[in-house]
């Protein structure tokens, strides 16, 4: 009875972890998708058992079962960490996938991949640091004639160009300092 437990909370873990905030913050939601068809795939073997898996005789058969559970568990695992990891190379947006990280600090879910989560802040600094030298060359390519509407006059129209592109940097910096140890790295 308790692998039965421990086999749903292995997948309530799973399931917790790869839904639509994560496929939204990566961009590639196929990937999401073909890992939760791995996760259901856990099932098939329970669902299919030949015998009673609460007869005594058959504690070897279960014992195996739940080995290439774990088997199957650990590459799902794997799997995940090197999705997560590619995933966070590609990332769309540094506040987004900041945010993401947050929502997922009170989520429980498998340990290892907890675990790789919480190691990509250094890449979503990695991220808002490009974010911010793109910001950078922009001003500096259009500094001289910002663009501005054709209703604006030229001056108010530069300082609304100008601060629109501070505000984007800001906002993601506000979203940092809510995590006062993040500020504390390499990068931050």
């Given at each position: 009875?308790?692998?039965?437990?421990?086999?749903?909370?292995?997948l309530?873990?799973?399931?917790?972890?790869?839904?639509?905030?994560?496929?939204?913050?990566?961009?590639?939601?196929?990937?999401?998708?073909?890992?939760?068809?791995?996760?259901?795939?856990?099932?098939?073997?329970?669902?299919?058992?030949?015998?009673?898996?609460?007869?005594?005789?058959?504690?070897?058969?279960?014992?195996?079962?739940?080995?290439q559970?774990?088997?199957?568990?650990?590459?799902?695992?794997?799997?995940?960490?090197?999705?997560?990891?590619?995933?966070?190379?590609?990332?769309?947006?540094?506040a987004?996938?900041?945010?993401?990280?947050?929502?997922?600090?009170?989520?429980?879910?498998?340990?290892?991949?907890?675990?790789?989560?919480?190691?990509?802040?250094?890449?979503?600094?990695?991220?808002?640091?490009?974010?911010?030298?793109?910001?950078?060359?922009?001003?500096?390519?259009?500094k001289?004639?910002?663009?501005?509407?054709?209703?604006?006059?030229?001056?108010?129209?530069?300082?609304?160009?100008?601060r629109?592109?501070?505000?984007?940097?800001?906002?993601?910096?506000l979203?940092?300092?809510?995590?006062?140890?993040?500020?504390?790295?390499e990068?931050?």
């Open positions: 009875l308790q692998n039965l437990h421990d086999f749903a909370q292995i309530e873990e799973f399931y917790s972890i790869f839904g639509e905030e994560l496929k939204s913050v990566t961009g590639n939601p196929q990937m999401i998708d073909d890992v939760i068809d791995k996760v259901d795939s856990l099932l098939i073997p329970l669902e299919e058992l030949p015998f009673d898996a609460f007869d005594a005789g058959h504690k070897e058969e279960w014992d195996e079962i739940c080995r559970f774990q088997v199957e568990v650990l590459s799902i695992e794997d799997q995940a960490k090197f999705f997560i990891d590619g995933a966070f190379k590609t990332l769309r947006s540094a987004a996938a900041f945010d993401m990280l947050r929502n997922f600090e009170g989520i429980r879910s498998r340990q290892a991949i907890n675990e790789r989560l919480m190691q990509k802040y250094d890449d979503i600094l990695n991220k808002f640091i490009d974010e911010v030298r793109d910001l950078q060359q922009l001003f500096e390519q259009h001289q004639l910002p663009p501005i509407t054709k209703s604006q006059p030229p001056v108010a129209g530069a300082i609304r160009w100008t629109a592109l501070f505000l984007k940097a800001k906002r993601t910096v979203k940092f300092q809510e995590k006062s140890d993040l500020l504390q790295t990068n931050g």
